[in-house]
């Protein structure tokens, strides 16, 4: 939250909890045993160098990554694997994961719109076709997440023809159309023509002061220091500091995390 208090933390419910994940691509061991948990109305920032394990976290909190060793639990429901080829685990219940997966609102740096489909189009694909919704009250959930985003007059519009910090509020809207119950960030504004950055900030700004769990993947470290309650510095695939960002930022006992972090100020 942005005052820096989410609250009694163990009052709040767990939403995502990590716990020992270890992610190795062949002889690369990339995640060294990582444990993180997001509460409800948490906002968690990630940072770190790159290369530090960042995105594999993420992807392997929705399994777009299956972890080689380690639990996932998503609002108090354990993603179940077993074991596969060549020392890794498998996904063992496709339609658990389905199930668990649509908590999860994810949003990539690249803002993967559906090019032949209008904004709104975009936006209620999923209610409809997933969730099963109908159209008319997808479609009208859909307008207030284009309002809420700044985007409703550009609802009939094609990606092509926006910029790329509305495509990426596009995105937040489709993300949010699915009602996550924790959205995941990875470098949203990275990919972004720096005058763009700032709008599509103020919409995740506005997401998180609704009280929204959040898992963010950022380089922005302001914005970061600002928003999140929780930060957690990753160095070479392990947490090296985390805490509120008052501590991360201010005095990390973290000889790395401090260069790191006032190297960005
Ligand atoms: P970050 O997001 O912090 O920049 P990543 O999680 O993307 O870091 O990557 C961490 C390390 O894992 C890097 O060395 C990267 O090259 C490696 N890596 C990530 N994904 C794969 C993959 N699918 N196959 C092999 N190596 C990967
Ligand atoms: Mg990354």
Redesign the pocket.
């Known amino acids: 939250m942005p005052d820096g208090t989410a609250g009694d933390v163990s009052t709040r419910t767990e939403v995502v909890r990590l716990e020992a994940i270890h992610k190795s ?1 062949g002889l ?1 061991e ?1 995640l060294k045993g990582v444990s993180l948990t997001a509460r409800e109305g948490d906002v968690v920032a990630l940072i ?1 160098a ?7 976290l993420l992807r392997c909190t929705n399994m777009l990554e299956v972890p080689t060793s380690g639990r996932v639990v998503i609002s108090g429901e354990e993603i179940r694997l077993k074991p596969a080829a060549g020392g890794q685990m498998a996904v063992a219940d496709a339609h658990q994961l389905q199930r668990v997966r649509a908590r999860l609102g994810m949003v990539f740096q690249s803002f993967n719109l559906w090019a032949h489909r209008t904004v709104i189009e975009n936006v209620i694909e999923a209610p409809v076709h997933v969730l099963k919704e109908p159209k008319a009250e997808a479609t009208e959930r859909a307008e207030a997440l284009l309002h809420k985003v700044g985007l409703y007059a550009k609802k009939d519009v094609y990606p092509a023809f926006l910029s790329g910090g509305q495509q990426q509020r596009a995105a937040i809207a489709r993300a949010l159309a699915l009602r996550p119950q924790v959205m995941l960030f990875d470098e949203p504004t990275s990919a972004l023509d720096p005058e763009l950055v700032g709008e599509v900030l103020k919409v995740i700004r506005d997401i998180a002061a609704e009280g929204r769990t959040m898992i963010l ?1 950022t380089h922005e470290m302001a914005f970061a220091r600002d928003v999140a309650n929780h930060v957690a510095f ?1 160095h070479q695939g392990q947490i090296e500091e985390e805490g509120p960002p008052q501590k991360v930022f201010g005095t990390p006992d973290s000889e790395r995390c401090r260069q790191f972090v006032n190297a960005r100020k």
């Open positions: 691509f690369l990339v770190g790159s290369g530090s394990g960042k995105s594999t993947v990753l």
